[in-house]
């Protein structure tokens, strides 16, 4: 028996297997949750052949958040897959976009704003969308994960990823106080440095993931995403029935570390 028997749990951004939503997808399915997974573009045909590879093939949905007819139309996108009762029990935000060539890399103080608006829409706001657009189905209540990177201070080569990060982290804490009468709770994961494809897009990402090697006293793996699949699948369950407008980390204990 897992801890997620019976519900049905979207994960929104799944790409390659390397990917944190690839891998809560896999431990959630593992946990007895029913999955279905979300991409769109060219990078749809992707998810498409990489959903093969999870323990169940789960329904692969199109989903651009930053397109109001996707959102409109994701309900019956869900209730095509799971009948025309369908309920979402959980939903899983692993998106997050910044350019890389403007935003980071040290490029704070050149970032244009047609780009930083790109990132903060992507990364932040559509958390809120994507939330939203799913509120139908949960009218039983539920629960909304994302994932987020500390945004509390200023990192070396992160710079406008790290400002739409903050706009994620005070996004959910707002979901969390409106959608909470509904009984949805909203949490983020701020996992550490992990070897995905995101990370691999970070100019001077090397940098960043170096600090853990000395500083996370229970050390960390930046190839192993299961510890975060295992924290934001625990979010999803009803262990945390009473939890919402956190964020946990699982960073192998970074954060709370001085010099």
């Known amino acids: 028996m897992g ?11 799944v790409t390659l297997d390397t990917s944190i939503g690839f891998a809560v997808a896999k431990f959630a399915q593992e946990q007895g949750a029913t999955v279905l997974i979300s991409n769109f573009g060219q990078a749809l045909r992707i998810t498409r052949r990489i959903a093969k590879r999870l323990p169940t093939l789960p329904p692969v949905l199109e ?3 930053t397109d109001a007819e996707h959102l409109a139309a994701l309900p019956d996108a869900i209730r095509a897959e799971l009948g025309e009762d369908a309920v979402l029990h959980g939903v899983v935000h692993s998106i997050a976009y910044g350019n890389p060539e403007t935003l980071l890399g040290g490029k704070f103080l050149t970032g244009p704003w047609a780009d930083v608006a790109q990132a903060v829409q992507v990364s932040a706001y559509s958390l809120k969308d994507l939330a939203v657009a799913c509120r139908p189905l949960m009218s039983d209540g539920g629960s909304v994960v994302g994932l987020t990177f500390d945004a509390t201070i200023a990192w070396p080569v992160y710079d406008w990823m790290g400002v739409a990060k903050a706009a994620l982290e005070s996004t959910s804490r707002y979901l969390a106080r409106d959608l909470g009468p509904d009984g949805i709770r909203v949490n983020l994961v701020s996992a550490g440095p992990l070897r995905t494809l995101a990370a691999k897009a970070i100019p001077g990402f090397e940098e960043l993931e170096s600090m853990w090697s000395t500083k996370a006293p ?42």
């Open 63 to 65: 989903l651009d958040v």
């Open 3 to 13: 801890i997620l028997d019976g519900k049905n749990i979207l994960v929104a951004g």
């Open 218 to 259: 229970l050390g960390w793996d930046n190839t192993d995403q299961e510890p975060t699949a295992r924290a934001v699948c625990a979010l999803l369950s009803d262990l945390f029935p009473a939890t919402t407008g956190e964020i946990v980390h699982v960073d192998g204990g970074f954060h709370a570390m001085g010099a």
